[in-house]
């Protein structure tokens, strides 16, 4: 099995980015954009299926990780047994005509001998390259098809069994660079890269960015290294932001619960883009909403739950059948067939998104409010509908609460528009939705029995997205039924101290096996305890939380308490989405601040009902 995942750190040019091990190992690369084929995707399969290594040969190696502060540069420090210590640095500098990985060995102290291992296999580890001398500077060149490679460096290569290696000693002073670049096979062969010079832009670059961060209190530097991961993981061209830099990493070490996240996910909207805002990034913010715009353009009635990079909408998901999977966990997946799901709660994201980016002064264009509004209106037709969720089940489609509850919120942010702004639209007709979505909620997904929101109408199951209701203003943080909501959370979602997104070996999900507890549901709970008067209880699960990262301050999907690792895609931007957030509403001591981070609504206070006849066939 490749390292495990907390072992891993990211580098990027905001078009891909790669993963590197602790020993040295880039595992993981797909190019030239995130959902490209990868190159590399040992991480999925075995070193055969394509990685770059770079290690000190020989003896083993105490090895320390750090970012550079306020950059994407990953610095790994070998001290060997002798005293000798060499340093690599590895980045990828923002993208010119090529993109380009950079590394660099620097001696320190002493003589280290290294090794370097490049297997390069195009297409998710299946296609091998053709491999020819560069002529003039040692350098080497494959080709695969539409992608070219070139490697060059001042170390001496040579090859051995369809992969390249070098070894060589690195002295105290040395430095040795290492640049592979990309490039399509019917362009000319990419020019060199200077690799100090690019390491000099690319630490500039990235610190003048970060040093806009707005302070968090004690917690800045967490928020200000999320930040920058949030940023990694957008594709500049368009401004979308992917779920993930990986897909198939396991929610379960050896089950099939593994899915493509490289794809932008219309479930992330108003979280991501409160995020930025709050951090100061508000032309980043402004890009990832107008990239929602553009991708969600058409007819109201084929939004879809994600799109790609540029909002493309075919999505197939197809399986990989030549890669063993992370740790045996098969199968491993390109696509998403998520994408024709029926998810109400996405309506509700969206309206949110463009609602929060106009309160924040974010010029809303015509076009914006058009769509809102025939969203609005198909939501009219259709929110009495069952649905997949925003789980996004495998199982028949259900009446899911939340669903419900976002369902209410489009309609809400809706009716916000006209009252605020002075939009033009129906204003009594949305009202009087709005109601109903409101009293069928609050009569068919609450149980008086049980003093709790559940999962879907007439469930018995709890589900840990309840914990944003009063986020959203459906209801305010002293209704009891939020209280209520939060304590059944507490007794049945929590799991050594970490929260579960619902019980998947008990709610029908469609799906076999388990998974670890979902890490931005614990950030929610945080931010519930905080919206309810428990300050001190939320500090200490955010403490907890942040406890988990790993030491370059990097968070996967997923946490797996008993074995104390890390599970799913990684590293994943709903869980540095939720930090941030969490962090921003902690810092204040301004109670009502802390309760309006969310999704800054009024919260509604709908009468508690009892169950009527259900409205909902």
């Known amino acids: 099995m490749a390292s495990r995942i907390e072992d891993y750190g990211l580098i990027g040019d905001r078009e891909t980015a790669a993963l590197i091990g602790r020993d040295g190992s880039i595992d993981w690369l797909c190019w030239p954009r995130?959902?490209?084929?990868?190159?590399?995707a040992a991480l999925l399969g075995t070193p055969e299926h394509g990685r770059w290594l770079l290690a000190p040969a020989?003896?083993?190696?105490?090895?320390?990780?750090?970012?550079?502060?306020?950059?994407?540069?990953?610095?790994?420090?070998?001290?060997?047994?002798?005293g000798g210590l060499a340093v690599l640095t590895d980045f990828m500098p923002e993208r010119g005509e090529n993109s380009d990985v950079v590394r660099i060995i620097e001696g320190r102290q002493g003589r280290v001998p290294f090794r370097m291992e490049l297997v390069l296999r195009f297409g998710?580890?299946?296609?091998?390259?053709?491999?020819?001398?560069l002529p003039g500077d040692g350098g080497l060149r494959a080709v695969a098809g539409p992608d070219k490679v070139v490697l060059r460096t001042t170390?001496?290569?040579?090859?051995q069994g369809l992969r390249t290696v070098a070894s060589f000693t690195v002295e105290a002073g040395q430095r040795i660079p290492f640049v592979l670049s990309h490039v399509p096979s019917h362009r000319p062969d990419p020019a060199?890269?200077?690799?100090g010079r690019a390491l000099d832009e690319t630490l500039a670059g990235w610190r003048a960015w970060s040093g806009r961060c707005r302070p968090a209190g004690g917690w800045t530097e967490a928020?200000?290294?999320?930040?920058?991961?949030?940023?990694?993981?957008?594709?500049?061209?368009?401004?979308?932001?992917?779920?993930?830099?990986?897909?198939?990493?396991?929610?379960?070490?050896?089950?099939?619960?593994?899915?493509?996240?490289?794809?932008?996910?219309?479930?992330?909207?108003?979280l991501t883009l409160l995020a930025l805002l709050q951090a100061g990034y508000r032309d980043e913010a402004e890009a990832w909403r107008d990239w929602l715009l553009r991708a969600t353009m058409g007819s109201p009635e084929q939004i879809q739950v994600m799109y790609g990079l540029s909002g493309e909408r075919r999505l197939r998901e197809w399986e990989l059948g030549w890669l063993p999977g992370y740790g045996g966990s098969r199968p491993v997946r390109a696509g998403n067939a998520a994408h024709v799901?029926?998810?109400?709660?996405?309506?509700?994201?969206?309206?949110?998104?463009?609602?929060q980016g106009h309160r924040h002064g974010i010029p809303m264009p015509p076009e914006a409010w058009a769509l809102q509004r025939a969203l609005t209106a198909h939501l009219g037709q259709v929110w009495t509908q069952p649905d997949c969720g925003i789980w996004e089940v495998r199982s028949a489609p259900r009446h899911f609460t939340w669903s419900k509850v976002m369902a209410w919120a489009a309609v809400d942010r809706a009716v916000r528009g006209i009252e605020a702004f002075g939009l033009d639209g129906p204003l009594e007709r949305w009202r009087d939705l709005r109601r109903r979505i409101h009293e069928d909620v609050c009569a068919h997904g609450y149980d008086e029995r049980r003093g709790s929101f559940v999962q879907a109408y007439g469930a018995a199951e709890l589900d840990a997205s309840l914990l944003l209701l009063p986020a959203v203003g459906f209801l305010p943080p002293e209704d009891p039924r939020i209280r209520g909501t939060i304590a059944a959370v507490e007794r049945e979602l929590i799991e050594d101290g970490l929260v579960r997104r619902y019980r998947s070996e008990s709610a029908p999900d469609g799906l076999g096996g388990g998974e670890g507890a979902f890490l931005a549901c614990s950030f929610w709970l945080a931010d519930a305890y905080a919206m309810t008067g428990r300050r001190e209880e939320a500090v200490a699960l955010f403490d907890r939380l942040l406890g988990l990262r790993n030491e370059l301050g990097l968070l996967s999907e997923e946490y797996d308490p008993r074995a104390r690792r890390m599970l799913g895609n990684f590293p994943q931007a709903f869980s540095h989405t939720a930090l941030v957030r969490t962090a921003y509403a902690l810092c204040t001591d301004d109670a009502e601040a802390a309760r309006r981070h969310g999704a800054g609504a009024e919260a509604q206070a709908g009468p508690m009902k009892k169950k009527a006849r259900p409205s909902i066939a």
């Open 223 to 270: 928020v200000r290294r999320s930040a920058i991961t949030l940023r990694a993981l957008a594709y500049r061209p368009t401004g979308g932001i992917v779920a993930a830099a990986t897909t198939s990493l396991p929610e379960a070490i050896g089950g099939a619960r593994n899915w493509d996240y490289r794809i932008c996910w219309l479930r992330d909207a108003t």
């Open 192 to 195: 060199p890269v200077d690799a």
């Open 58 to 82: 020989g003896t083993q190696a105490a090895v320390r990780r750090r970012y550079l502060d306020g950059a994407l540069v990953l610095e790994t420090a070998f001290r060997m047994p002798d």
């Open 124 to 133: 998710y580890g299946a296609d091998v390259p053709w491999v020819t001398r």
């Open 34 to 40: 995130f959902d490209s084929d990868a190159v590399f």
């Open 155 to 159: 170390a001496p290569l040579q090859g």
């Open 341 to 355: 799901q029926l998810q109400l709660d996405v309506f509700g994201e969206l309206a949110d998104a463009f609602h």
